[in-house]
């Protein structure tokens, strides 16, 4: 089993709608939890970090459910420049914080 | 402040040259990291250091890759005697706190 699995897509979305990417992590002893954003194989960028009590930023929300082991992504509203590559990240703090990435779910915002 | 630098963006050897990959991290960022991301896969770790120190080197492999940080000077990942199997994208990564990472723009390498 992957350390962190997620459905690769590719959602194709029309503009403004709202679309929502899960993910489930194996290790329970996973302490951080990261979505990330990569386009057209450049480097990651943070899009958000996720907090058990479910953090929102913008057009972006993300929960947590520690009890099931998944991570979830809501956008709404979605924009063109929405479409990329969503990276669901999990860590273990403690000997360096090593990041676990998923291999992405790939969204695409059409007209 | 300038981001996370690496270079070469591109390097093509041919089978059995080395390889040298640099990375100099973002300003007052003491923790490097090290991943790459091989077609249609996702990042995966390959080593953590600190100044002049190999903190996590799990996820390398044992023989032909190595990795330093030293005191003065860039980060570097080196590759010996490279094989086909080794064409990726490395990306190098930087931190504050071990907490947030921010990544380079990646060497793509192609070996021929």
């Known amino acids: 089993r992957k350390e962190v699995e997620q459905d690769p897509g590719p959602f194709n979305v029309p503009e403004g709608a709202t679309v929502a990417f899960n993910c489930t992590y194996s290790?329970?002893?996973?302490?951080?939890f990261f979505w990330y954003r990569q386009d057209c194989r450049k480097e990651p960028k943070l899009l958000m970090s996720v907090y058990s009590s479910g953090n929102e930023d913008g057009r972006f929300t993300a929960q947590l459910n520690r009890a099931s082991q998944y991570i979830s992504l809501l956008i709404r509203d979605s924009k063109l420049s929405d479409s990329a590559t969503y990276l669901c990240?999990?860590?273990?703090?403690?000997?360096?914080?090593?990041?676990?990435f998923g291999t992405g779910t790939q969204l695409k915002v059409e007209l | 402040n300038a981001g996370v630098m690496q270079n070469p963006r591109h390097l093509v050897r041919r089978r059995g040259q080395e390889a040298r990959l640099r990375c100099s991290p973002m300003k007052g960022h003491s923790h490097v990291y090290w991943y790459r991301q091989l077609p249609e896969e996702g990042l995966k770790f390959m080593v953590y250091?600190?100044?002049?120190?190999?903190?996590?080197e799990s996820g390398m492999p044992k023989e032909r890759f190595s990795a330093e940080f030293p005191k003065e000077g860039p980060s570097i990942l080196r590759i010996q005697q490279v094989v086909r199997g080794d064409s990726a994208a490395y990306f190098c990564a930087s931190s504050p706190d071990r907490e947030k990472l921010f990544f380079g723009s990646g060497t793509q390498l192609s070996v021929l």
């Open positions: 990240v999990v860590s273990i703090t403690g000997g360096g914080n090593k990041l676990t």
């Open positions: 250091l600190q100044k002049e120190n190999i903190i996590d």
């Open positions: 290790n329970s002893a996973s302490q951080s």
